[in-house]
């Protein structure tokens, strides 16, 4: 059974860890990322941008597939399904669709017009159980055509919204979407501690987790980051592990070009890559 974000996000913040969301793109995604997770006994949240869910023929499809699998598979873990930089309308999609936490990006609106909407979906969401992130200011780089310039988020907006009585806050801290360029400045952990300090206990997001050094996570989830994205580094881990898997002429082995043995390298690439990332965030066995 799916869950609201909310309970294992605090519990991260009491006990100074973080739960990862790892997007999911298909069936060997989820599959991955559910085993991975029950194996190392660690809350979880499934993200689905807007584009995936497209790609996966809907969000009502998504959410079928996620129930029935952690049924199949015997799940025991928290388990969040998670739109992820939701636009409004993508918002009560979700809704309906039967997800169990929502984000709404209202960081590309004048920040008026984010708390209005943002405050009218908590509203929506507290009626049915459901978690929901907000962001203010921008996160860096392109996913799945969500752009972002990267701007650090003004505190005192952070407040506002935090105020309104979100699940949980994203807030651009000079983070990016997909791979860091060699001249990237790092994380504004000032800006961060001051967003710490205005909103107290709020759990706080870390977009764009694929490549950042280990001890800048370690040093944001101490100031108050309970949530940590990863898509990009899963989607490098699935591609390296399939085109070694060609390269070295496997699909053309036997039957090696049946699709559940061509992606199945790529599959165990993902669990590897999720396990450690488990590891890095501290929430290993925090699910027993």
């Given at each position: 059974?799916?869950?609201?974000?909310k309970?294992?996000?605090?519990?991260?913040?009491e006990?100074h860890?973080?739960?990862?969301q790892?997007?999911?793109?298909?069936?060997?995604?989820t599959?991955?990322v559910?085993n991975a997770a029950?194996e190392?006994?660690?809350?979880?949240?499934?993200?689905v941008s807007?584009?995936?869910?497209?790609y996966?023929?809907?969000?009502?499809t998504v959410?079928?597939m996620?129930?029935?699998?952690?049924?199949e598979?015997?799940?025991t873990?928290?388990?969040?399904?998670?739109?992820?930089h939701?636009?409004?309308?993508g918002?009560?999609k979700?809704i309906e669709a039967?997800?169990?936490s929502?984000?709404?990006d209202?960081?590309k609106?004048?920040?008026?017009?984010?708390?209005?909407?943002?405050k009218?979906?908590i509203?929506?969401?507290?009626?049915?159980?459901?978690s929901?992130?907000?962001e203010?200011?921008?996160i860096g780089?392109?996913e799945d055509?969500?752009?972002?310039q990267?701007e650090?988020?003004?505190?005192?907006?952070?407040?506002?919204i935090?105020?309104?009585?979100?699940?949980?806050?994203?807030?651009?801290?000079?983070?990016?979407?997909?791979?860091?360029?060699?001249?990237?400045a790092?994380?504004?952990?000032e800006?961060?501690?001051?967003?710490?300090?205005l909103?107290?206990?709020l759990?706080?997001?870390?977009?764009?987790?694929t490549?950042?050094?280990?001890?800048m996570?370690?040093?944001a989830?101490d100031?108050g980051?309970?949530?940590?994205?990863?898509?990009t580094?899963c989607q490098?881990?699935?591609?390296d592990?399939t085109?070694?898997?060609?390269?070295?002429?496997?699909?053309?082995e036997?039957k090696?070009?049946?699709?559940?043995k061509?992606l199945?390298?790529?599959y165990?690439?993902?669990i590897?890559?999720?396990?450690?990332k488990?590891?890095?965030f501290?929430?290993v066995?925090k699910?027993?």
């Amino acid at each position: 059974m799916l869950v609201s974000a909310k309970e294992m996000l605090e519990k991260a913040v009491e006990g100074h860890y973080a739960v990862g969301q790892f997007n999911i793109n298909n069936l060997e995604w989820t599959k991955a990322v559910l085993n991975a997770a029950e194996e190392m006994k660690s809350p979880v949240i499934l993200g689905v941008s807007e584009g995936a869910g497209k790609y996966m023929t809907g969000f009502k499809t998504v959410a079928a597939m996620v129930e029935a699998m952690m049924g199949e598979l015997g799940t025991t873990v928290p388990v969040a399904l998670h739109l992820d930089h939701g636009t409004y309308e993508g918002s009560y999609k979700c809704i309906e669709a039967g997800f169990s936490s929502i984000m709404f990006d209202g960081s590309k609106y004048p920040i008026e017009e984010n708390v209005a909407k943002t405050k009218e979906l908590i509203e929506v969401c507290n009626k049915k159980g459901i978690s929901l992130e907000a962001e203010v200011g921008s996160i860096g780089g392109e996913e799945d055509g969500v752009i972002g310039q990267g701007e650090c988020a003004d505190p005192n907006e952070c407040k506002q919204i935090a105020d309104l009585g979100v699940t949980m806050l994203a807030a651009g801290i000079g983070n990016i979407h997909g791979k860091y360029p060699a001249n990237w400045a790092g994380l504004s952990f000032e800006t961060l501690d001051a967003i710490q300090k205005l909103t107290g206990k709020l759990p706080l997001v870390l977009h764009g987790g694929t490549g950042i050094p280990d001890d800048m996570i370690k040093k944001a989830i101490d100031l108050g980051v309970a949530k940590i994205n990863v898509n990009t580094e899963c989607q490098l881990s699935f591609a390296d592990a399939t085109r070694k898997y060609i390269e070295a002429g496997k699909d053309q082995e036997g039957k090696g070009y049946d699709p559940r043995k061509l992606l199945k390298p790529g599959y165990e690439a993902i669990i590897e890559t999720v396990k450690e990332k488990m590891e890095l965030f501290g929430s290993v066995g925090k699910a027993e």
